[in-house]
T-cell receptor, first 112, second 119 residues
């Protein structure tokens, strides 16, 4: 079983919908949690960065971390066709230094 | 440069050949990482450099894979005796680091990757 699990999708929603993307993980040492967006044939681009449990909001994006449940979420409000991409969660522990462990990614399609 | 640059963007090679993939990180970023991303999967860690030295090479799959960063800037990932299973997108990333070499409080900046196809 992988350390970080993510539903691969695809997830198809109409424009303007609220999107919920999720990851579960097994390593309780993970303390830093990130969401990346990856367009086709491009490298991942950092969207959100959170430390430990709690919520963080940035424009239309909200990241939530629940360490007790080993569950993280990314919410996208007022989704746009330009949000269509693969969303990757990533996490790391302090002891692992700088190595990130990624989920497999969820492919999102926002239809006009 | 403004971002992380990787060359070539695409590489097709025959099984058994040797390949080199180049990464030019963001100027001033002391940390450099190589990841490999197979189709439909998330990136998997290969190796991390802090300056010129490999601080963590635990992700290299076997001794056919080797990476260098001789002057603490550009890095080259080298794959010997390529196999069809090596086909993937090889991603390079760089970041600033804080005290004790630990990544500062932001994520990596990735390049667009080199798509390697072994036929």
């Amino acid at each position: 079983q992988k350390e970080v699990e993510q539903d691969p999708g695809p997830l198809s929603v109409p424009e303007g919908a609220i999107v919920s993307l999720n990851c579960t993980y097994s390593n309780s040492a993970f303390q830093y949690f990130m969401w990346y967006r990856q367009y086709s044939r491009k490298g991942p681009e950092l969207l959100m960065y959170t430390y430990s449990s709690g919520n963080k909001e940035d424009g239309r994006f909200t990241a939530q971390v629940d360490k007790s449940s080993k569950y993280i979420s990314l919410f996208i409000r007022d989704s746009q066709p330009s949000d269509s991409a693969t969303y990757l969660c990533a996490m790391r522990s302090y002891s692992a230094g700088n190595m990130l462990t990624f989920g497999g990614g969820t492919r999102l399609m926002v239809k006009p | 440069g403004a971002g992380v640059s990787q060359t070539p963007s695409n590489k097709v090679t025959e099984k058994g050949k040797y390949v080199e993939l180049r990464c030019d990180p963001i100027s001033g970023h002391t940390a450099l990482y190589w990841y490999r991303q197979s189709l439909g999967q998330g990136p998997e860690f290969l190796i991390y450099f802090q300056g010129t030295g490999a601080a963590d090479d635990s992700g290299l799959p076997n001794d056919r894979f080797f990476a260098v960063r001789p002057e603490g800037s550009v890095s080259t990932l080298k794959i010997q005796r390529t196999e069809r299973g090596d086909s993937a997108v090889y991603l390079c990333a760089s970041s600033l680091t804080g005290p004790q070499g630990i990544q500062a409080n932001y994520g990596y900046t990735f390049g667009s990757g080199t798509r390697l196809t072994v036929v």
